[in-house]
């Protein structure tokens, strides 16, 4: 809704739609009737138009895209109203003004906003673009370099830079309200001709048209497949080139043809998934609704390697104090030099700079060798090498040394939860955060609770991610957890496809075009393949302990490439060694090209085990990659090992590069239909019946036996018995 009030002179229109005051069919509605009445009054003077609990308005109602009669179709004509009054109209933003919400704020005459508002067109990032007449006033307002930049990134800038822009006309530090009322009667009596966007020309660039190419070759390069930055340039091209009115009418064809994309679907489905993923829940009944966490004052981190640097960066920049601490002293001065040159960095990106961070001061970033510096902490995130014995020994030293209740958290990959907290005397206060490389940029943070993990562990870290600006999804206890579990099969069809004859650029090729930010023989290299290769030494699956006599392409009965473990033995560590799956212009290059060595290194495994070589096309490639992957989501599904495909979809977008506008994993099987998926997986485990990762699981054979249920049913199916946990 939106509540009208008229105090002297200033009607106010209140927009009033909690939480974030999403532009409902009901609250443009009731804008266009405060508006009227505005009008109709003549001892209304002028109009402010604000948000209730101090937020102007978060945009259209996401909802109602999925159901246009909800939304209507009615913005644009309102915000055209509001320019068309002929009584002053000032916006004041405060909180939010996103999408739709700035859009009208647009239309106004005037825009004054509080000093901590932050305002955007942020609906390319939900596959749409400002459908109501703000890709044209936009530019018009503050030039079409700027606007093309906010328009087709969605970016959220603060106050001072709208300032700046000149997206608004003044910044309060006090009440925005009473500042907007005062504005309002200033103004009462001016002309408004040059007040109204839509009569303006837009402000003219040097070299339009050589501007425009480059911009749009920018974002063409950063789309991967993703259609509406290109047609959010489309519609602001249309304003540098036709009159307002033809220029509305040109976004409104490109907003049709996004509405009805599936991308937008998409995004939207992503957008709320990743909301909906807070609402976290355990089999054993916890949940955020009835579990408090504890606060974190200070927490340390163990190990500087890869992560634990990635980790401390995280944690200052989230304004924690901690100590960091390391094995011995040569490794803590590599672990604090490595850190402070990433903080260094991060500084130079934020406005204040190492001020605001303050990591030169000992009593919020100390580095230690000594243990017992661990007594007061609240949480310690350990990060050590991925080896059970040695984790079981820090923990055990944990569970002695730190206060009675600490959190006693792993970052470890893979391993059991269950096994690492028996080493302690609290197994209640320990979890798996699994952060993601690296570890200060990727927004992933996997929170895995174990058989004794308590409610209030599980919300410890769930906040802590909120702190680390972080999305936290709980899941439970498994090898490989969700994410890396659904990543074993993944990579394993990537491997058989070499075995059976195509190429690591041609297997990264697919799924990079599918959308994939890095295709998995390019990640390999990038992680370094001797982490999989100490791993699989350790699961006795290569190596000394490999019994004599095993079959090189054979494991427990089932289908093994040994390709990577070879490659590993023959030095090729990927990256940091100059080669791997690609060759590198130095170790520790990170230009990949493909390597001569390789492809004849392949062509004679081939004929070394007798493997007749076929082309393979890109429909195979993606289909045996993408629907194992799917296929272990089904069945952790099943065991209840995550309670939603949302969680699974939240997992694979944050944390592993899959294309936000395809949905995640399970979303995209969704698209494709359960009955597609299972028949082109069954016609692979008929071709290769020794590869279990190809089986279908029960589960989607149920899901598509039972018609394909849309994805928010699909829980519904799962008897409680199928759980295990
Ligand atoms: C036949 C022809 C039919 C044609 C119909 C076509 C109509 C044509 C008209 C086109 C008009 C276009 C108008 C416009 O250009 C389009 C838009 O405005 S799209 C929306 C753009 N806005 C956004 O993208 C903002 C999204 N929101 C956020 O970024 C954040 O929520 C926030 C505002 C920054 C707040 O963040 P937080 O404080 O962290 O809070 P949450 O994110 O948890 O949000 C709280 C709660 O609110 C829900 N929510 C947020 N925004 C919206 C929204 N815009 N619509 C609906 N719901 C919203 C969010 O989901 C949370 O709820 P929960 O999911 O937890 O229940
Ligand atoms: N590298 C990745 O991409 C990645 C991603 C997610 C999770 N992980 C997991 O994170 C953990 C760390 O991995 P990494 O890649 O950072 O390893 P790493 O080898 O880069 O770093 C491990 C660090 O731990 C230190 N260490 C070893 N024993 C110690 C002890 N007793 N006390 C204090 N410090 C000690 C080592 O000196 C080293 O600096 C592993 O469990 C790994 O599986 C790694």
């Known amino acids: 809704m939106a509540q009208y ?420 005397n609290r197994p209640q206060q320990v979890i798996g955060t699994h952060f993601f490389s690296p570890a200060h940029v990727m927004r992933l943070l996997e929170i895995i609770y174990g058989r004794h993990t308590s409610p209030t562990a599980i919300a410890t870290a769930m906040q802590l991610a909120t702190a680390l600006k972080k999305v936290g999804v709980v899941v439970g206890n498994c090898f490989g957890f969700v994410g890396n579990r659904m990543m074993f099969p993944y990579v394993q069809q990537a491997v058989f496809l070499l075995e059976e004859g195509s190429r690591p650029d041609a297997v990264d090729q697919a799924l990079e075009d599918f959308g994939f930010k890095i295709g998995p023989f390019r990640m390999s290299d990038l992680a370094g393949l001797d982490v999989g290769w100490r791993s699989r030494k350790d699961q006795g699956l290569t190596g000394p302990s490999l019994p004599a006599g095993t079959p090189a392409r054979q494991r427990r009965g089932q289908r093994y490439s040994p390709l990577p473990d070879l490659l590993c033995e023959h030095g090729r560590f990927g990256q940091k060694t100059g080669k791997g799956w690609y060759l590198y212009e130095k170790a520790g290059g990170r230009t990949a090209t493909p390597d001569p060595w390789l492809l004849n290194f392949l062509s004679q495994y081939r004929d070394t085990h007798g493997i007749q070589t076929r082309f393979i096309d890109q429909e195979e490639i993606l289909e045996r990659c993408l629907f194992s992957l799917i296929n272990e989501g089904f069945a952790i599904l099943a065991e209840g090992i995550a309670s939603g495909p949302e969680h699974l979809d939240v997992i694979y977008i944050n944390g592993y590069g899959w294309p936000k506008h395809r949905g995640g994993p399970m979303f995209y099987a969704s698209t494709v239909g359960l009955p597609r998926v299972l028949a082109k997986l069954q016609k692979y485990s008929e071709a290769h019946p020794d590869v279990p990762g190809l089986q279908p699981s029960a589960f989607l054979k149920k899901l598509a036996a039972v018609g394909n249920p849309p994805l928010k049913e699909w829980m519904s199916y799962l008897s409680q018995q199928s759980s295990k946990l």
């Not at 804008?31 to 009008?39: H, T, V, W, Y």
């Not at 978060?58 to 068309?84: M, Q, T």
């Not at 930049?149 to 530090?173: F, Q, R």
């Not at 605001?356 to 510096?373: E, G, K, S, Y």
Request: proline share 6%; aromatic share 4%; charged share 25%.
């Open 5 to 424: 009030a008229r105090g002297s002179a200033v009607a106010v229109i209140r927009l009033r739609n909690p939480p974030v005051n999403a532009l409902s069919r009901a609250v443009l509605q009731a804008l266009e009737d405060g508006l009227k009445k505005a009008d109709a009054d003549p001892s209304v003077k002028a109009v402010m138009i604000c948000g209730e609990n101090g937020k102007f308005s978060a945009g259209a109602d996401i909802r109602g895209f999925s159901a246009p009669k909800r939304l209507g179709g009615a913005l644009g004509p309102v915000v055209s109203l509001i320019e068309s009054s002929e009584k002053p109209v000032v916006a004041a933003i405060e909180g939010v003004a996103l999408g739709g919400g700035l859009e009208v704020a647009l239309g106004c005459h005037y825009r004054i906003a509080h000093v901590k508002a932050r305002m955007g067109l942020p609906e390319v990032t939900l596959g749409l673009l400002p459908g109501a007449e703000g890709t044209q006033r936009l530019p018009r307002l503050i030039g079409v370099p700027a606007a093309l930049d906010m328009i087709t990134t969605g970016k959220h800038i603060p106050a001072t830079e709208a300032l700046k822009l000149g997206l608004v006309d003044e910044i309060v530090e006090e009440n925005t309200i009473e500042a907007a009322i005062r504005l309002a009667n200033k103004v009462i009596g001016q002309p408004l001709g040059p007040r109204r966007l839509s009569l303006k020309p837009v402000p003219k660039v040097p070299n339009m048209e050589a501007f425009l190419d480059e911009a749009l070759a920018k974002v063409k390069r950063q789309a991967r497949g993703c259609l509406a930055p290109e047609l959010c340039f489309q519609a602001v091209r249309a304003a540098t080139q036709s009159p307002f009115a033809d220029g509305v009418r040109r976004e409104r064809e490109l907003f049709q043809v996004l509405l009805s994309s599936g991308q937008a679907q998409a995004l939207q489905y992503a957008f709320f998934a990743e909301r909906a993923v807070r609402r976290w829940a355990t089999p054993g009944g916890a949940s955020w609704s009835s579990a408090a966490p504890q606060p974190v004052r200070r927490a340390a981190v163990i190990g500087l390697g890869t992560m634990g640097r990635g980790i401390v960066t995280s944690l200052v920049k989230a304004n924690i104090p901690l100590v960091a601490l390391e094995q011995d002293l040569e490794n803590l001065n590599k672990g604090r030099k490595a850190v402070m040159f990433l903080l260094e960095r991060e500084a130079m990106k934020m406005e204040g700079g190492a001020q605001v961070l303050d990591f030169h001061n000992p009593a919020r970033l100390q580095f230690t060798v000594d243990f017992d510096l661990l007594r007061d902490v609240d949480l310690v995130i350990e990060a050590v090498f991925e080896n059970m014995a040695l984790k079981k020994e820090i923990f055990h030293k944990l569970s002695k040394i730190c206060k009675p209740g600490a959190l006693l958290c792993t970052n470890t990959s893979a391993l059991n939860i269950d096994e690492i907290a028996s080493a302690t």
